[in-house]
């Protein structure tokens, strides 16, 4: 396999989400309801749940829309593994009496203060950065991206520089953050129909709450990154915490999906040197981007966005492959698991020469087909 593929604070008990394409919010909390068992590779419900229900759930597929897409349910071996993992939607920190954790991060804050020993935590967790003094937090020696766009550290520390473009010319990095949601089967059918496969960067807490939506991605055959357990700024916090979030964000996809990560994302591209040795004691290679299609803005509350703006953004990165600028390398593209934009259907075979809206049409999901062919993984699973 070839090398590759922000939503705001989120509260611990709602939120305020996206429509998705089946009418349900990414975000929304999943209380709990009909325990859902895996026995033997078939899915099977301890609940009469009508044949929809169990269509949408266990197998899957939207066959239902409105809110019913959210339906809630308990999932057996994520009730089983609960009590070994911080809890969702709050800050994590190493759960008492996880050893593992312990030891491994004993090592891995060793190396930080080795390496970095000065780069310390700022800000708050929600991105507040009043009285933080920016002199010197581009440099290489601390990197820090949120300020200034730094993406490699210093030479003689030794530290992996970030993922921030593709290798392969006139290709486009092609990942979705913030998942798994409820309503995102339509999403995920319009992939499939494509036969397109995508690096999606799921949220710990997110992965508890849909974890049978989690098991989608892996079953379509996407490439599954970390995004954190509670979707904070990473470099507010002191070693241990940022340790946790992502720790316990890899093994909870390793323990439901079977996979261990080797990738993540920080929210809103908060990371420096600090935070990537943390990550990298992991094995884990931080990817940001090189464009926002800010998708995620319209019609959030907290943000003037018009859709025509969103389309202006992804009309950008096709200029600029009209014009040369990809000839040598493709550029990762900032998106998020939402059904209402979707960069595929902008990109043509001619890169740009037939203009598409990305809008979403007003009946259906996600009709027009892109070439299949112009799209890559960023890194091996």
Known sequence: MLGIALLALLGSTSVEGHKGCGGGEIMRRNPGGALVTRDDGT???????????????????????GDQSCMAYSYAPWADLKDKYPTIWETAGIVEGDQEAM??????????????????????????????????????????????????????????????????PESWGYGFDDGPNCSHNAFYDYLNEQNQKATMFFIGSNVADWPLQALRGIKDGHQICVHTWSHQYMTSFSNEVAFAELYYTRKIIKDILGVTPKCWRPPFGDVDNRVRVIAEGMNMTNIVWSDDSADWKAGAAANAITPAQV????????????????????PVVLTHELSTYHPLICWTSTYGQTTIQCRKPSNSCLKSRPPSNTFYLLLSQ
């Not at 899915?43 to 239902?64: G, V």
């Not at 009043?130 to 030479?155: M, R």
């Not at 389309?311 to 000839?327: C, L, M, P, R, T």
């Open 43 to 65: 899915w099977q419900s301890e609940a009469a749940l009508s044949e929809s229900h169990l269509s949408c759930i266990l197998h899957f597929q939207l066959t239902i829309g």
């Open 311 to 330: 389309d202006a953004n992804y009309q950008e990165v096709i200029d600029a492959q009209k014009n040369g600028s990809y000839s040598t390398h493709g």
């Open 103 to 168: 030891d491994l991060f004993s090592k891995i804050n060793a190396t930080v203060n080795q390496k970095v020993p000065n780069v310390q935590p700022r800000g708050t967790s929600n991105g507040d950065w009043s009285g933080v003094n920016q002199t010197g937090l581009n440099s290489p020696e601390t990197c820090w991206w949120t300020f200034g766009g730094c993406s490699t550290p210093a030479a003689d520390l030794d530290i992996q520089p970030d993922i921030t473009t593709l290798p392969i």
